[in-house]
């Protein structure tokens, strides 16, 4: 019963950092729940990118676990750090290691018993509400999911409830490893002196920094851009802490020669009580810093994805439906065609047919072009693709006039324009750039979209294929797809052959949908992980500070001098975080859009509404967070 009271004693007097603990611990306790409910779904699975979107959701309920672990382990060493003193003190007053051990498994159960009932329960609630949007993005009206799903609620509570058997073994151990008296003075440590090594660091993440982000600038859109890019964010994630740990006290130093600077009153206390404990909050600063960047990135990747859709779709098939074939279609097929358009009373327009070479793939050295042959040849160096139509064919096509001699030619490339003298197959054409092409399209769905060269006649020797392209009339998605599915059947062509542009926004929105909501789910969890981190960090500054701040105005500082001194250390540290996401967004967007152009979107005006709106919604939010937390830290300094 002693215990009970103690502990509720303690919550009742650690409201401010019990309460913030658990409201978060409970929303991450949700969203583990939400995941293993919707992974779980027997109709998801179902669908014809069922094992897409199922992947999806395991490698997003696999990466909130990670997040799960790393938050708890993060604030469990805060709780530890706040409550040392008071372990140590009821050390002092006769309490045995084993008091101790069982004061602290009752708490770890008293949390994890509040966290999973209002965590499980947030879930129940929200799950459904996730669901109905998760339909909402697929598009898919044949989805169901009980209100309750028991496997989900056991998955969740076992996980949850591991993760604390870890912490409570960790504090476990903590107790019997450390002796009273250093309990009791853990809070008022005196950190590490800072020597040549934090230069070294401090030199090595710039460098480092650097590095990432030269890769992310010159990685061009080959096969290999996805394995540079994780390269680019490894050496991201490692220069960006050793940066804010050991450059951080390097920059404090340099400012603390500036004697203009420095001496006055506000700045001299925060750069003196910022160089003592910069080590921590250079890794506590840094975290925040990569959270908020992976906000970014995942939203930014997802939402663009998803809005290009139709972009995405045009450029498989420009038309309604495209069919390609070696040879011009035959009258047989030409009526299977009309027989299958009349038996799902469908209405064709503007049926076009013509020749053009396949796609020759390759790469661009300087201005001329290296082909490599077919998609089957294709390596690391690969990075293009190009198709050539004639003259004749491209006036039929878009009713523009192409007067070109053999040595001239138009191209039309999405990628990256180009013109000038280009040299293709051996051959010197002076080239001229056109920006539309309403026929250009992907006939092989690789992730090179090819350019389209216009020639007066096409090179002997070079493969062609026959290009049908019609557009029908026919209302309803169902039907559309039925329609597609029924003339591929009939047919008899495989899937790169016969493309629908209905059937590829369903597969795409199915796909694209499902990254859109892992992401939101993800960058959730990491936005709660970052206020929590944000929040428990000021409240140890304030903590920290308190004692020398009281010193302060004992000796004369006034009331109005310190409230400057608390906006001038809180807004330092504060900013940088912030700052340094949207540099690491800056520099990650080309290297982004070379993946983008694989996935064929070109709209690059998109992706910089698209990024500006989510730095400018983030940069909302966190000024939010920097408001509240400097309110609690100011109550905190002046004991309030």
């Known amino acids: 019963m002693l215990f009970i009271q103690l502990l509720n004693s303690s919550f009742k007097r650690n409201l401010r950092v ?104 947030t879930g129940v609630i929200f799950e459904k509400l996730a669901f109905l949007g998760l339909n909402r993005l697929l598009e898919i009206g044949k989805l169901h999911q009980p209100w309750v799903v028991p496997g989900a609620l056991v998955k969740t509570a076992g996980l949850i409830a591991c993760f604390f058997v870890i912490l409570m073994v960790i504090d476990l151990i903590k107790i019997h490893l450390m002796k009273p008296t ?47 890019f994780m390269l680019a964010v490894i050496l991201v994630i490692i220069g960006t802490y050793l940066l804010f740990i050991a450059g951080s006290v390097l920059f404090l130093n340099w400012l603390r020669h500036r004697s203009g600077f420095y001496y006055q009153p506000r700045h001299f206390i925060a750069i003196s009580g910022m160089r003592q404990r910069m080590e921590q909050n250079g890794a506590a600063l840094a975290t925040i810093c990569l959270l908020c960047t992976a906000v970014l990135v995942i939203l930014f990747t997802a939402l663009t994805l998803y809005t290009g859709i139709r972009n995405t779709v045009r450029s498989y098939t420009p038309t309604d439906m495209t069919i390609v074939t070696n040879q011009p279609l035959s009258s047989a097929q030409r009526q299977v065609i009309k027989h299958t358009v009349a038996d799902h009373h469908a209405k064709l327009s503007q049926l076009t047919a013509y020749q053009a070479t396949t796609a020759q793939f390759g790469y661009w050295e300087g201005q001329r072009f290296v082909n490599q042959g077919s998609l089957s040849k294709m390596n690391t160096d690969t990075s293009s693709a190009l198709i050539l ?104 062509l495989p899937n790169p052959q016969v493309t629908g542009q209905t059937t590829i926004t369903a597969l795409l929105k199915q796909m694209y949908g499902g990254l859109v909501f892992v992401g939101i789910l993800i960058s959730l969890a990491l936005g709660i992980t970052t206020t929590i981190v944000i929040y428990f960090k000021q409240i140890s500054e304030g903590y920290a500070d308190q004692q020398r701040f009281t010193t302060m105005q004992q000796v004369g500082l006034s009331e109005r001098e310190t409230t400057k001194s608390i906006h001038s250390q809180v807004l330092m540290v504060f900013m940088l975080p912030i700052v340094g996401a949207i ?25 910089v509404i698209i990024a500006g709106t989510i730095t400018l919604a983030l940069l909302a939010l966190y000024l939010v967070i920097y408001g509240l937390t400097t309110r609690i830290y100011h109550q905190i300094v002046e004991k309030r």
């Open 389 to 492: 139509v004639n003259a004749n064919t491209y006036q039929r096509l878009t009713g523009s006039h192409a007067n070109l001699t053999a040595k001239q030619a138009l191209l039309y490339s999405p990628a990256k324009p180009r013109s000038g003298k280009l040299t293709v197959n051996g051959q010197a054409y002076q080239t001229k750039a056109i920006h539309r092409f309403n026929f250009a399209f992907n006939p092989d769905h690789s992730i090179y979209t090819p350019a389209f060269m216009v020639v007066k006649q096409l090179p002997q020797g070079l493969p062609t294929m026959s290009v049908t392209t019609f557009n029908y009339q026919l209302a309803g998605n169902k039907k559309r797809l039925a329609f597609e599915a029924a003339l591929q059947q009939n047919l008899g």
């Open 18 to 121: 019990y309460g913030p603990y658990l409201l978060a611990t409970s929303m991450i306790v949700a969203i583990n729940y939400i995941f293993a409910a919707i992974s779980a779904n027997q109709s998801l699975k179902s669908l014809g990118t069922g094992a897409v979107t199922g992947s999806l959701l395991k490698l997003g309920s696999t990466f909130i676990i990670l997040v799960t672990a790393a938050f708890l382990l993060y604030v469990n060493r805060f709780l530890w750090q706040q409550r040392s003193q008071e372990i140590g003190l009821y050390s002092m007053l006769g309490m045995t290691s084993k008091n101790l051990s069982l004061l602290t498994v009752l708490e770890k159960c008293y949390l994890l018993v509040i966290s999973l009932v209002a965590g499980l329960v």
């Open 182 to 228: 250093s309990l009791w003075h853990t809070s008022t440590m005196v950190p590490k002196h800072h020597g040549a090594m934090f230069s070294l660091a401090g030199g090595l993440g710039i460098a480092m920094l650097a590095g990432a982000y030269y890769i992310t600038l010159t990685t061009k859109p080959k096969i290999t851009a996805l394995n540079y």
């Open 583 to 607: 540099v690491n967004l800056l520099f990650a967007l080309p290297a982004i859009r070379q993946i983008m152009i694989q996935l064929s979107f070109y709209n690059q005006k998109a992706m």
